[in-house]
C-alpha cells in the first residue's frame, strides 16, 4: 500500500482550543479519510507544542509547573478532536522523549556539520513574541509585530545557518512550483526570499532568560528555541531517532496544513533545516485562511472577548454541520467570518433543504409505494443525467482533492442532490403513481437511491456521521425510515 502522510501544526497548549485550530484538523481530517477511503497507508498526525515562553507565561499565572499545564490543556485538545470525529492516527507532544531525543540528536548533527555556531548577539529582542529584531531603531524600540517594547539584550547563543541555504531553496522553490498552496502564497514565500537576505536564525535561548525548553546538548546554558524544536515534530513522529524502518516508509510528509500566519517557518526555515540534515523535503505545504469575527473581521482575542469555542457549535449544530459549514463557506485559503448566522443560513438551505430532504423523501416513497422495500432499476437509461454526473462524481472529486479544493468537491456533490431534487419536483411521482405508471415509478425511486448512496459515499469523509446515518437507513434492499437528518432550524426562535 502507498503511504500518506499527512500533519497539522502542533497547537500551543498556552490557551484553550478554538476554531481555528478545529479548521485546521477537519481540513486535515478531510483528506486523511479521503486518502484512506482511496486506499493509501494513511499517517495522520497532530499533537501540541508545549515549550517556550508563552506556556511558561500562562503555566506561572495559572500557578502551575509548564507540564502540569499542559497537561490541562492537551486533554482539551483530546477532548475537542474526539467531539470533532478527527481520526488521527498519531499525536505528538513536544515534551515526549522520542521528540526531545530526535531534537538534540539534529542539533548535535548540525553543529558538528557547522550549521550551527555560537555567536554573542547584541540588539533588539520581543519578549512575548520570543523574536530578535536587528532593524528596530533605537528611538523605536517597539516590536514591528506585536507593538510591544523591545528589550535590549546582549548575550551569547547559538545560530542556524539560514542564510548559507538562501540560493539553493530560491532553486528549489522555482522548480517545484506546487510546493506552496495557493499559488498566490507560493508567489509570496518566494518574493520574500528574493527580495530579503535571509538572516542567520537564533535557535537557542540562554536558561537564564527562559529555561522552559529542550536543553542544547552541547551548552548546558541553553535551551532549544521552541520554533527550531516544534519544526521537528514532523520527523520526531515518524521514527527520526527511535524507528528507522518507520522513517523510511513514511519521511518525506506528504502535505503539512498549515494556517497563513505560520508560512515562514514552514516554507523557509523548516526546508533548510531538511536540506542542511540531508532529508528530503515534504511534498506540499498548503496554507489556510484565518476566521476572522463579526462585520469587522476582527481576529479572534481573549482580551476582545470574541473567541468562539467550537464545542459549543457542535453542540448547537451537530458535529458534521459544523464541518461542513468551515469547508464550504470559504475556499480553502482564503479568510472567511464566522457567524452563528451564516452558519444557520447554510445549515437550512444546504443541509436541510437539499440534502436532508432527498433523503428524506425518498424514504417516505419507498415507505409509501413500496412498504420500504427499494424497487430494482429496470430501465437504466432513466434520467442518463443524473446517472452521468453520479458516475463523474468520484473522478471529479479527486480532482478537487489533489488540489485541496474542500470548498468545491463538497459543491459537485450538491449539484447532483441538487439535480435529483429538480428531478423529484419535475417528475412529480404521486401523477406516477395515480396514474399506475409503475415501472416508471419504479426506476424513478431507484435512481433515487441510488444517488443518494453515491452521495454519501462521496460524502463520507466530510462528514462521517451523517454518511453512516444515511448508510444505515438505506439497506441492500430495505428502507429504514428514521428521523429528518437536518431538521430546520427556526430562526425566529
Ligand atoms: N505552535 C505553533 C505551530 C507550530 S507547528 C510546528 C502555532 N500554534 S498556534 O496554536 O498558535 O496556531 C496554530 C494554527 O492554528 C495556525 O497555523 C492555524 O492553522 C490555526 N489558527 C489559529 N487561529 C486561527 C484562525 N483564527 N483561523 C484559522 N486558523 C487559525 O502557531
Known sequence: ????????????????????????????????????????????????????????????????????????????????????????????????????????????????????????????????????????????????????????????????????????????????????????????????IMQNKLEDLCISRPKSRMNWGIEVPFSKEHVTYVWFDALLNYISAVGFENDQNKFKKFWPADVHFIGKDILRQHAIYWPIMLKALDLELPGRIIAHGWWLIGERHEKMSKSKGNVVDPIEMVEKFGVDSYRYFLLRDVPFGLDGTFSESSIIKRYNSDLANDLGNLVYRTLTMVDKYYSGNIPPCLNLAHNALIRKKLKELPQRIGQYMENLEFSSSLGAIWEVINLANKHVEETKPWNLAKENKHDELKDFIALLVEVIRGVAEELAPFMPETAEKIKAQFLADKAIKGAPLFPRIDVTK
Open 1 to 192: 500500500m502507498t503511504k500518506f502522510y499527512l500533519t497539522t501544526p502542533l497547537y500551543y497548549v498556552n490557551a484553550a482550543p478554538h476554531i481555528g485550530h478545529s479548521y485546521t484538523n477537519i481540513a486535515a481530517d478531510i483528506l486523511a479519510r479521503y486518502k484512506r477511503k482511496s486506499g493509501f497507508d494513511v499517517l495522520f498526525l497532530t499533537g501540541t507544542d508545549e515549550h517556550g515562553q508563552k506556556v511558561e507565561r500562562s503555566a506561572i499565572e495559572a500557578g502551575l509547573s509548564p507540564i502540569e499545564f499542559a497537561y490541562q490543556t492537551v486533554g482539551k485538545f483530546k477532548d475537542l478532536w474526539q467531539k470533532l470525529d478527527i481520526s488521527y492516527n498519531d499525536f505528538i507532544r513536544t515534551t515526549e522523549g522520542r521528540h526531545i531525543k530526535a531534537v538534540q540528536k539534529v542539533l548535535d548533527i548540525l553543529y558538528k556539520n557547522g550549521d550551527i555556531y555560537e555567536a554573542k548577539y547584541e540588539g533588539w529582542y520581543c519578549t512575548p513574541c520570543e523574536t530578535f529584531w536587528t532593524e528596530a531603531g533605537e528611538d523605536s524600540p517597539v516590536c514591528p509585530d506585536c507593538k510591544r517594547k523591545l528589550e535590549h539584550i546582549s548575550e551569547t547563543n547559538f545560530f542556524f545557518k539560514l542564510s548559507k541555504y538562501q540560493d539553493w531553496l530560491i532553486d528549489y522553490f522555482k522548480a517545484h512550483p506546487d510546493f506552496v498552496l495557493p499559488s498566490f502564497r507560493y508567489n509570496e514565500a518566494l518574493s520574500f
